[in-house]
């Protein structure tokens, strides 16, 4: 079936320091991927998608391209703040017709500091 | 836009009580989705709806859960008798399916 693998966290950076967060999919044809984002307390929140190969997703400074190549997704800040930190879930929604709901990977605590 | 409304937003029940929690979808959405969301297991789907319709229950973990839809603009989700393990963050979430998840700011539900 479709799944998300996501990098294993947790995943500590200084401010301004780069960020990658890995994400990749096995899915039937070409879904469509998303990242969200959960704040403490707070529910998750999408922070981009793209929904074709060759697509980049950009939001407050986060990008991540649909690569169908290496069936990936990754997540990329340039430079990151203390209010970054947070918990990314990658997932994918299959282009199926039929009623699939959206598969989550499992989820990559940051945490930056200042 | 109001976006997808929760309640409570804190629930302190007993062992044995009956909770339930609520959600209000955006408008115009036709998939509602509850989560649960524990430290151990992550974030679980328990159910999904389709106009108002349960599509998927394979989620929900025993009997002692039930989720029901009376319109387009109103879910909940009941647990009858609840348990300590029960404790967890639920969420809903509602979709037009093209455009990806929108999530509600959760329950937290803990049972002494």
């Known amino acids: 079936g479709d799944s998300v693998t996501q990098m294993e966290g947790p995943v500590t950076l200084s401010e301004e320091a780069f960020l990658t967060i890995n994400c990749t999919y096995t899915?039937?044809?070409?879904?469509?991927l998303f990242w969200y984002v959960q704040y403490p307390g707070e529910g998750l929140q999408l922070l981009l998608k793209?929904?074709?190969?060759?697509d980049k997703g950009s939001n407050k400074g986060f990008e991540a391209t649909y690569r169908k190549e290496t069936t990936s997704f990754h997540l990329e800040k340039g430079s990151v703040q203390v209010s970054d930190s947070a918990v990314y879930f990658c997932?994918?929604?299959?282009?199926?017709?039929?009623?699939?709901?959206?598969?989550f990977g499992k989820g990559t605590r940051l945490s930056v500091i200042a | 836009d109001a976006g997808v409304i929760q309640s409570p937003r804190h629930e302190v029940t007993e062992m044995g009580q009956e909770v339930t929690l609520r959600c209000k979808p955006i408008?115009?959405?036709?998939?509602l989705f509850w989560y649960r969301q524990t430290m151990m297991r992550g974030l679980e789907l328990l159910i999904y709806?389709?106009?108002?319709?349960?599509?998927?229950d394979s989620g929900m973990p025993e009997d002692r859960f039930s989720a029901k839809m009376p319109n387009a603009s109103f879910s909940t989700l009941k647990i009858q008798p609840s348990e300590p393990r029960d404790s967890a963050v639920y969420f809903c979430?509602?979709?037009?399916?093209?455009?990806?998840?929108?999530f509600g700011s959760g329950t937290q539900l803990s049972v002494l």
């Open positions: 793209a929904t074709k190969a060759d």
């Open positions: 979430a509602s979709s037009n399916r093209p455009l990806g998840l929108f």
């Open positions: 899915a039937t044809g070409y879904p469509s």
């Open positions: 408008s115009g959405h036709d998939y």
């Open positions: 709806f389709n106009n108002n319709v349960p599509i998927d």
């Open positions: 997932a994918l929604l299959p282009k199926s017709s039929g009623n699939t709901p959206l598969v």
